[in-house]
């Protein structure tokens, strides 16, 4: 069964930091783009970043840019999403996802986590 398993999110207060961590089993995605993915309550989910193969290339939505960093790690076949100066707005659940795509201003995957929630208090 393939799997995507994120962990690390919780409640923090404004301008704390966390770690989420996506970890993958059934399948190696090590030669995949992963990206991680929010979805505030009665919001679409949205892109926050994604990261090619190599972990050469990263990209961000801008409202995160400057204080999130994507990382992976091939050989764990593991993905993290390092969250810094978090503010309330930050606050949704959080999905990584292996191979996502772009249609008609929605993303798709065939894999998805099933999401951790990161809290920010004000």
């Known amino acids: 069964q393939v799997q995507l398993v994120e962990s690390g999110g919780g409640l923090v207060q404004a301008g704390g930091s966390l770690r989420l961590s996506c970890a993958a089993s059934g399948r190696s995605f090590r030669y995949s783009v992963m990206g991680w993915f929010r979805q505030a309550p009665g919001k679409e989910r949205e892109f926050v970043a994604s990261i090619n193969w190599t972990g050469g290339r990263t990209d961000y939505e801008d409202s995160v840019k400057g204080r999130f960093i994507i990382s992976r790690e091939r050989a764990k076949d593991t993905m993290y999403l390092q969250m810094n100066s978090l503010k309330p707005e930050d606050t949704a659940v959080y999905y990584c996802?292996?191979?996502?795509?772009?249609?008609?201003?929605?993303?798709?995957?065939?894999?998805w986590g099933q999401g951790t929630q990161v809290t920010v208090s004000s």
């Open positions: 996802a292996a191979e996502p795509s772009q249609r008609a201003g929605s993303w798709y995957s065939d894999f």
